[in-house]
């Protein structure tokens, strides 16, 4: 359970998180969304005590971050992979931490086979680990002492897919077994996949959240028809938003229900009624980060990378 | 739909009222651990490893010097224990700085303070880890001298002198825990290795040299550095056996040159944001 209540921080003259409030509850897996430079990361930071707030606060487990006696044991944190001092082998890292958290060195071990490092990659120093190897061993680190909350900051970064596939298997498993998984992205479909809860941020600011199938259903309907045009006329008389996507088909801001309804009123014989989904959540995502965006972007991909 | 919506939808959602916590909350962290795991990272580095042979080697090399060189008359243990000293006054406050920074520039910081939010708990760690290694050093550094001075009497032919008293040896260690302190002060204030180490060069051997130009024409100075200079406060405990005054000097250049800094450097240090 994360809890971050009216979060604020700002370095001179700029708001890098702006009121921010929202909740990652236990069992579930909350995507943390945004563009670059969004603020994700800082407010991250704040919730683990990197980064001091101007005014707001962030509870963990119903504590300040600061306040658990054993950070380690209660909150995995995998903020930056690429944090770790560059001479030190993967193994070390690990036995370090186990050992600042009063763990046997043996689950060190345990963690490089979960996150399928090999001994000779383990025994090697950070300096010559590629970012998938770095991403592996934040991820250990993270897991060492088997928490209760996971926080983690764009833990797909540098993974391969099949890394990516099964970094969403183990938190899937984490949250069904009652865990908290709070992570963040800037891309949506990685996070479409795997989220239970959303939580989108642009330029500071909390813009949406809610669950999954909310925001899914708020991004409206996609309905095509022999007679378009008609039925473009039937929606805007009910005082409903229609705009025409690419496809020729045309993306309604109502649910399937009421679109139906109204197509069968107008006498318009349908092809196509489907719930907007991904398409519509990307256009909303897009829209409702605008501001923020460094691309405007009209089309559907933002930055991809 | 509207932003408004989507919030509005969340925060009236039907949720019942969870738990914070699942689990019992484990035991705090004990200070002794913190130690040992600082300890363990003061070797597990290459910087860790080779300035801890550095100084093995250092100390060996200042030793075969005084055999070689040194005048008969000089082959006393008082010789050999300045001469392995000296690599001494340089490599311990390197330690010490490079236990701070490190946090910082390799960024390991990131795991550390998480793993304890309490800085100042790491620090004291830190603190307490640099002044017990750097007391293992120069004792290790003192026994290799006197090794140098059984085998450098022997091959001049000259009786063994032991000249340095326990009391000697004492303020030895202590001017060395200092000079070391000054370096640790200097890591937590500047947070950066090149530069920590950069500034307590300039402490240590360009400083000295100034304050006595200073001093030797300026009178004001020459009474006023005794209180205020710091290095030439720890001059006395070279030699031992320090007057009243003389503890006076060094206790208020101290706190001029240790405390207060390190007190400044703390509070910014658990303020800062660890990036």
């Known amino acids: 359970m994360i809890t971050v209540d009216h979060l604020s921080k700002s370095y001179r003259g700029f708001t890098a998180v702006d009121d921010v409030s929202f909740t990652a509850r236990p069992g579930r897996v909350t995507g943390f969304l945004g563009p ?44 930056d992979a690429s944090a770790q001092h ?15 958290m009063g763990l046997p060195a043996s689950r060190a071990t345990e963690m490089l086979r979960r996150v399928s490092l090999s001994d000779s990659e383990a025994d090697r120093r950070v300096r010559n680990y590629s970012l998938g190897m770095r991403q592996r061993l934040g991820i250990a680190t993270a897991l060492l002492g088997d928490p209760e909350v996971l926080i983690l900051d764009e833990p797909a970064n540098g993974l391969d897919p099949a890394g990516i596939r099964w970094m969403r298997d183990l938190l899937r498993d984490y949250a069904d077994q009652g865990g908290t998984v709070l992570l963040s992205s800037h891309l949506l479909h990685e996070i479409e996949v795997i989220a239970d809860d959303l939580v989108v941020i642009g330029n500071g600011r909390i813009v949406a959240q809610g669950t999954k199938q909310e925001l899914l259903a708020a991004a409206g309907t996609v309905v095509a028809s022999r007679d378009n045009g008609t039925l473009h006329a039937a929606f805007t008389d009910a005082g409903i938003a229609v705009t ?62 | 739909m509207s932003t408004a919506t989507a919030t509005s939808a969340t925060r009236g959602a039907p949720s019942a009222p969870v738990p914070a916590r699942t689990r019992k909350a484990p035991a705090p962290i004990p200070m002794s651990r913190i130690v040992g795991v600082e300890l363990r990272k003061m070797f597990d580095t290459r910087s860790g490893f080779w300035l801890m042979i ?51 520039s390799q960024r390991s910081g990131l795991t550390t303070f998480t793993l304890v939010p309490r800085r100042g708990r790491v620090i004291l760690a830190k603190v307490i880890v640099s002044i017990g290694v750097g007391v293992v050093s120069i004792l290790a550094a003192l026994a290799i001298g006197a090794l140098g001075n059984l085998v450098g009497s022997s091959l001049a032919g000259v009786d063994t002198v032991w000249d340095i008293s326990l009391s000697q040896m004492s303020t030895l260690l202590l001017a060395n825990a200092l000079n070391l302190m000054v370096g640790f002060m200097l890591g ?22 100034l304050s006595m130009l200073l001093a030797s024409s300026q009178d004001w100075w020459d009474r006023a550095s005794r209180w205020l200079d710091f290095n030439q406060a720890q001059a006395y405990l070279y030699d031992g056996d320090l007057t009243a005054a003389q503890w006076a000097h060094l206790g208020v250049s101290a706190t001029l040159w240790i405390v207060l800094p390190l007190a400044v450097g703390l509070v910014m240090l658990r303020r800062s944001e660890v990036k």
């Open chain 2, 54 to 104: 550095g100084m093995g080697v250092s100390a060996l090399l200042a030793t075969a010097a005084v055999v070689l060189w040194a005048p008969d008359s000089s082959i006393t243990y008082d010789s050999f224990g300045a001469a392995v000293g000296i690599p001494m006054t340089l490599l311990l406050p390197v330690m010490a700085i490079l236990s701070v920074t490190s946090e910082w």
């Open chain 1, 86 to 100: 560059a001479g030190r082998t993967g193994r070390e890292i690990l036995t370090v931490a186990a050992r600042t």
């Open chain 2, 188 to 209: 937590v204030l500047l947070r950066n290795s090149p530069g920590a180490i950069v500034a307590y060069v300039v402490y240590n051997f360009v400083l000295p040299p």
């Open chain 1, 244 to 305: 025409v996507s690419g496809s020729g088909a045309l993306h309604v801001d109502a649910e399937s229900g009421p679109v139906g309804e109204l197509a069968l009123a107008a006498g318009v014989p349908l092809t196509e009624l489907r719930s907007a989904d991904g398409a519509g959540l990307e256009e909303m995502f897009l829209r409702l980060t605008a501001e923020s965006q460094r691309d405007t972007t009209t089309t559907s991909e933002g930055e991809a990378a």
């Open chain 1, 36 to 79: 670059n430079g969004a603020g994700k990361s800082t407010t991250m930071r704040v919730m683990v005590g990197l980064t001091p707030a101007d005014s707001g606060h962030v509870e963990v487990l119903g504590r300040r971050y600061a306040d658990l006696p054993n950070p380690g044991l209660e909150v995995g944190v995998l903020l």
